[in-house]
């Protein structure tokens, strides 16, 4: 995480800012570039973020922006930055670490890529293409797959999926597959490897982006040039016209990202309308250096003369995702990227916490289908919860939510669960989350797949653990105890519930889950 201490008026305040990479690689291209492993020392994906935070570092203490004073809603503004590791993770390592057996080196490695929380990984156009027949990239999904639904990846990995639509039904059945089987969460498309940039708005890809709305699945499509942007706002536009037709309740679902837009198109307006359109955002990976901070101030001057929030109520800035493309881009690329939304210039030409929040990562949160969608288990079967009680707590200073990490890094040590993934959880509104998370979880024993709710109920005196059935629906900006609309949700939990004091207790009660 990115950690932000605002003085200003005498006062000081904190804010946590998450930082998530919203484009890099898994897999082997043909053209030889490869992440086959993205915990491999020196070259993986998690330390690629750890020489950026290094850079970062070497950067501030080079020009001392670590830093600086600006002015922030016309007041004089002291800002200051740090990296903070985010609260679940950290702790989680914490105890694996306690354990001394699998994954006890996570909490040191962790140190030094505690900024970037997750990232978005997707195939190549790669060596596993064509290995099975149900379509072009069923060998590259389950690929990613792999990786991005099992633990420890799961915690910072976001796995997409990639089809060619010139496949027909075949790519249309592989999104189903990407979301119903391989549990991915995005969509990539590449039309100039797939050749069909001429053949952009046909039948055939307005059906995947269909197909992908109905899962609420982000899809990023990769450019080279002007004219591939602007053929791909063209697709944009007709495709939301057919789901406009047909498909109205589809509409908040479709989310295209076009990749690169900005990057040789500084002050290029049209590449801007094409951005600055309903349903679409764009990536920034290939932007870096002087041309960042260009680019920032142009793009909020033209969009605010034209009055572009009127076109969906968006900011400027809720258009923008941080991106890096690793690995074709290296480390100092991403810094020189990062450095333009966090530096002194930002800020003095107009920018806010808001907007750098919304750019390194809240954007790319906001689109994810969990985030959009229902988050429960089909089944009608109702599950007991999980409570975990101390009063003791001031005596024996032992919170419940530890308790209950505890007890899930046992079981993880002991392989009895694997973390599929995990979502972060808001307070009331986008600006603040808080130490409640969805984790999507899954016997190893029994194959069983349960969303649970880990909750801060009382603070650090009782924490839940809450299976979500078919009635039980997560809430993205948590629950309320005095608030009606959750009474169904209290009520619901309460209904059935076993009581735990210690680990030993919660990790021997966590298999009624599963039966």
Known sequence: MLTCTIEQDGKKRVEHLLVIDAHSHLGQDVD?????????????????????????????????????????????????????????????????????????DLKEKSKFYSFIDQGVCFPFQDVFRDKLPE????????????????????????????????EGQKAVNEVKYIKETLGLR???????????????????????????????????????????????????RSTRNVIQSNFPELLPHFKVIIAHFAQGNIDDYEVYNTIVQPNTYGDLSM????????????????????????????????????????????????????????????????????????IIGLNQIRILPEYNTPQNQKESKSVPSIIISNPQFHQNKISTYETSIKAIAKLIVENKIDIKRFCIQFKDTWDTFNEDILLTTISNKTKQEKNLLLM??????I???????????????????????????????????YLTTDVGKTVDTFSHIYT
Request: contains cysteine.
């Open 32 to 104: 030889g570039a490869n992440m086959m492993n993205p915990l491999a020392p020196g070259v993986g994906t998690f330390d690629f973020w750890g020489n950026v935070q290094g850079r970062i570092k070497a950067d501030w203490q080079k020009t001392g922006e670590q830093s600086f004073t600006t002015t922030l809603d016309g007041k004089f503004t002291k800002i200051s930055w740090s990296f903070t590791t985010f609260p679940f993770t950290d702790r989680l390592y914490g105890e694996l670490e306690k354990l001394g057996k699998r994954h006890s």
């Open 135 to 166: 379509a072009l990239y069923r060998a590259s999904n389950i690929n990613v797959s792999r990786f991005t639904t099992r633990f420890p990846f799961s915690m910072k990995l976001i796995g997409y999926g990639r089809c060619d639509p010139m």
């Open 186 to 236: 995005g969509l990539k498309l590449h039309p100039r490897s797939e050749g069909y940039i001429d053949k952009m708005t046909s039948e055939k890809v307005i059906n995947v982006l269909i197909e992908a709305a109905s899962y609420s699945l982000p899809v990023i499509f990769d450019t080279r040039g002007r004219g591939s942007i602007l053929e791909i706002g063209k697709l944009v």
């Open 287 to 358: 932007l870096h250096g002087a041309g960042a901070g260009n680019f920032f101030e142009s793009f909020q001057r033209w969009f605010q003369s034209k009055n572009k929030k009127s076109v969906d109520n968006r900011t400027w800035s809720q258009y923008l995702l941080y991106a890096s493309d690793y690995p074709y881009f290296g480390d100092v690329h991403a810094q020189k990227l990062l450095k333009y939304i966090i530096n002194k210039q930002f800020f003095d030409s107009g920018g806010t916490i808001s907007d750098v929040r919304n």
């Open 456 to 461: 801060n109920m009382v603070k650090d005196q």
């Open 463 to 497: 924490a839940l653990i809450a299976p979500l059935h078919s009635s039980i629906e997560w809430k993205k900006f948590g629950y309320n105890y005095f608030n009606p609309e959750d009474r169904a949700f209290f009520a619901s939990i309460f209904k059935q519930n």
